[in-house]
């Protein structure tokens, strides 16, 4: 049972309870991969939470940036924001149509961006429709909001600073894609990509922090997760993964325990597998 935190994570009947507040505003933050051959955006327009808006992951993002959707400057997170209708005084909520995989990653960019008043929703579009709320294909009426932003750098590291944290051991550095993924012994799934992770780095993969109905464990379950990888939680933690969405999951679970001394690697492996002069280790942390 989720423990209701409007600036953490939600229940479905805490959203549905509140669905008609005046000034929540919905996201609908879905993102599949590449390969995965699902439109978002589509299945977004045939069905979503009353009110919901999309919040398209790749566009809104750094495009001066070769790597997938990095984190935007501010400016332009400011700007879709207010095309959104959502500013200062709202309270949002967002999810996604897998449970709990790309929703993370928007309430990590909102508080890299200050904004503390969201939510992910737990279980997110699956568990909603399993238990009989409602969806639509309506588009919401938007109404401009301005939004007060001030970036809290804490919250991301850069290559450079990942590969000074690997080489002093002064973080710990938590990948959450899956083992064979981590230890190399498969292919990257994009093309000409190195195979490993990052030196001193420790494997948690994203779906051990869930239960089987894609809502996030418990925190004394998380703490378990975690205690069984070697994490040593005295340490501030950099969680990575193949492209810096899945990552967040971490962060928002790391929040769930009480843990704030933590920073996502917006690059991750997408960055550093791609440099020849960057180390990687391979086979088990």
Request: hydrophobic share 40%; net charge negative.
């Amino acid at each position: 049972m989720t423990a209701d935190n409007p600036q953490t994570l939600v229940s479905t009947q805490w959203l549905a309870d509140h669905i008609n507040d005046p000034d929540l505003r919905v996201f609908d933050a879905s993102w599949h991969m590449p390969a995965s051959g699902r439109n978002a955006l589509a299945e977004f327009q045939n069905a979503h939470i009353p009110g919901a808006r999309f919040f398209d992951i790749d566009e809104i993002s750094d495009h001066r940036s070769e790597l997938p959707h990095m984190a935007p400057p501010v400016e332009k997170f400011m700007s879709r924001m207010r095309a959104l209708g959502v500013g200062d005084g709202h309270q949002v909520v967002v999810y996604d149509s897998t449970g709990l995989f790309s929703a993370a990653r928007v309430w990590w960019m909102f508080r890299y961006m200050g904004q503390r008043d969201i939510a992910v929703l737990d279980g997110g579009l699956p568990k909603w429709i399993s238990e009989g709320h409602p969806v639509t294909n309506d588009a919401p009426v938007i109404k401009d909001r301005h939004m007060t932003v001030k970036r809290d750098p804490s919250l991301v590291k850069d290559v450079t600073q990942v590969a000074h944290a690997s080489k002093l051991g002064e973080y710990e550095i938590i990948d959450v894609r899956g083992h064979e993924r981590f230890s190399g012994s498969i292919e990257e799934p994009r093309a000409g990509m190195r195979s490993g992770h990052i030196p001193g780095s420790k494997n948690v993969p994203f779906p051990t922090l869930l239960n089987a109905d894609q809502t996030l464990k418990s925190p004394d379950a998380l703490r378990q997760v975690l205690s069984d990888a070697n994490v040593d939680l005295s340490k501030p933690v950099i969680t990575t993964c193949g492209s810096g969405v899945t990552a967040a999951i971490l962060c928002l679970a790391l929040e769930q325990i009480g843990k704030t001394d933590f920073a996502l690697y917006d690059g991750s492996w997408t960055e550093w597998g791609a440099f020849d002069y960057l180390p990687i280790a391979t086979g088990d942390a």
